[in-house]
Nanobody, 127 residues
Framework: QVKLVESGGGSVQTGGSLKLSCEVS????????MAWYRQVPGKERTGVAG????????FYGDAVKGRFTISQDGAKKMLYLQMNNLNRADAAVYYC????????????????????WGQGTEVSVSS
């Protein structure tokens, strides 16, 4: 069983930066792929960035390319999301997700594609 706990959310001004963290408890050896999603109230949860744990290959949604960086520290069992040049469209609750097996769902809008989810951390951006 894998448990995910996000942290690092908060309030920043437009153009500012935040770094989100996701602590993985349980066996990370069975985790193949992890991702960050975000959700604004009343809207669907959408994929932001993802990473393959075995080779650190990363992928990003178009809205965040060049501004966000996903990374992973296997030894510390942590997943990170460095967010730079934030704008008001980035304000959302950010969720960490993980999947086992040998298939990575990418940024699949079907939330069932990922086996494990955290409880979310909120990011607000003010002008």
């Amino acid at each position: 069983q894998v448990k995910l706990v996000e942290s690092g959310g908060g309030s920043v001004q437009t153009g500012g930066s935040l770094k989100l963290s996701c602590e993985v408890s349980g066996s990370i050896n069975g985790v193949y792929c992890m991702a960050w999603y975000r959700q604004v109230p009343g809207k669907e949860r959408t994929g932001v960035a993802g990473i393959y744990l075995h080779n650190q290959y990363t992928f990003y949604g178009d809205a965040v390319k060049g501004r966000f960086t996903i990374s992973q520290d296997g030894a510390k069992k942590m997943l990170y999301l460095q967010m730079n040049n934030l704008n008001r469209a980035d304000a959302a609750v950010y969720y960490c997700a993980a999947t086992s097996g040998l298939y990575c769902p990418g940024l699949d809008p079907n939330l069932r594609a990922y086996d494990y989810w955290g409880q979310g951390t909120e990011v607000s951006v003010s002008s």
